[in-house]
């Protein structure tokens, strides 16, 4: 697939996803660099902002099947990954599948599930494969996890740990409108939700040509040098007490080359590594506890990291 025929699929993509999500353009730009990467994404906010109609609203955008998992404190893994049942009929066991056997899943409040739960996505979300009785199951191609969570200051949640929040390529926060886009939403919703008549614009096949096209987006030596410098100069902060890791530097490798193809061009930049320094690293970092008593966040790190660390000026194409 042409890299151009891709900016124009992640296009119609975004324009769909517009019309059940007001004034959030980045936002769902950066849903669908996850998408094109292959890769899990987390959207973190709070109550009623939009987080689970904007997943729901991929998966109605995308030709693939779709499940959702309402995790709860009660939930068993098996109700994720599925489980072999005994058939009195024919004397044997039949493996019935879980909701995580679908192209996209939906995680809703994933923070709500205990830790043992939560970890029954660690296997399926690194090698897209989950392990039953003994047995490897291979899940479908392309499958992308989207978790929704509350804040974890919320009654009633359980932090994520951070081998699950590393598996996560991006963090995605949406925040409240302005007030101008909050009486459009109104508007918008007066009759029936617009969600209720978003159709399919992209097939299953030319999401996987997506997927592999954006792998030839040029990135140069000088911006992978930085990449690597972004990530190791959060190694080495005092109010750091866990820096970024590989899976960090490769995430921002990818999402690079994404983001590139959806702006129209073959080759990565250091703006588009600057832009998703914050949604791909920040997830990944744990502050001091002493800094975090100041108030510290993982995002100012970043921040600051971006400030600190200078730009390639080699050639980049």
Do not use: W
Not at 110 to 131: D, F, G, V
Not at 197 to 223: D, F, T, W
């Amino acid at each position: 697939m042409e890299l151009a025929e891709v900016q124009r699929l992640a296009q119609d993509l975004a324009r769909n996803l517009e019309q059940v999500i007001v004034g959030k353009r980045r936002e769902i730009e950066l849903l669908l660099v996850g998408l094109l990467c292959q890769g899990h994404v987390l959207i973190e906010d709070v109550p009623g902002v939009g987080k689970t109609v904007l997943a729901r609203g991929l998966a109605q955008s995308l030709d693939c099947s779709f499940s959702r998992i309402q995790f709860t404190p009660d939930l068993l893994p098996s109700d994720i990954t599925g489980s072999s049942i005994f058939n009195q009929q024919t004397r044997q066991f039949e493996f019935r599948a879980g909701p995580l056997l679908a192209h996209i899943v939906l995680a809703d409040e994933i923070n709500r599930a205990t830790p043992k739960t939560q970890s029954a996505l660690l296997e399926a979300m690194e090698e897209r494969q989950m392990t039953i009785d003994g047995m490897a199951r291979a899940l479908p191609s392309p499958f992308m996890v989207v978790a929704t969570q509350n804040p974890i200051e919320y009654e009633g949640t359980f932090p994520l740990p951070e081998a699950q929040l590393d598996r996560f390529l991006l963090r995605v926060r949406l925040g409240y409108l302005p007030k101008a886009q909050e009486i459009e939403m109104m508007e918008r919703q007066q009759f029936e939700h617009p969600i209720r008549g978003l159709r399919a614009v992209v097939a299953q096949e030319q999401l996987l040509g997506m997927q592999e096209a954006i792998k030839h987006a040029h990135v140069s030596q000088p911006v992978k040098q930085y990449i690597a410098e972004l990530t190791s100069a959060t190694r080495q902060l005092e109010a750091v007490y866990l820096g970024a890791s590989p899976r960090g530097s490769l995430g921002l490798f990818r999402t690079g080359q994404a983001l590139a193809v959806m702006r129209g061009r073959e080759y990565v930049l250091p703006d588009d590594v600057k832009e998703l320094a914050a949604p791909v690293l920040a997830h990944r970092i744990i502050v001091d506890p002493a800094a975090r008593m100041r108030n510290l966040t993982a995002a100012e790190v970043i921040a600051d990291v971006l400030q600190r660390t200078p730009l390639p000026d080699a050639e980049l194409s």
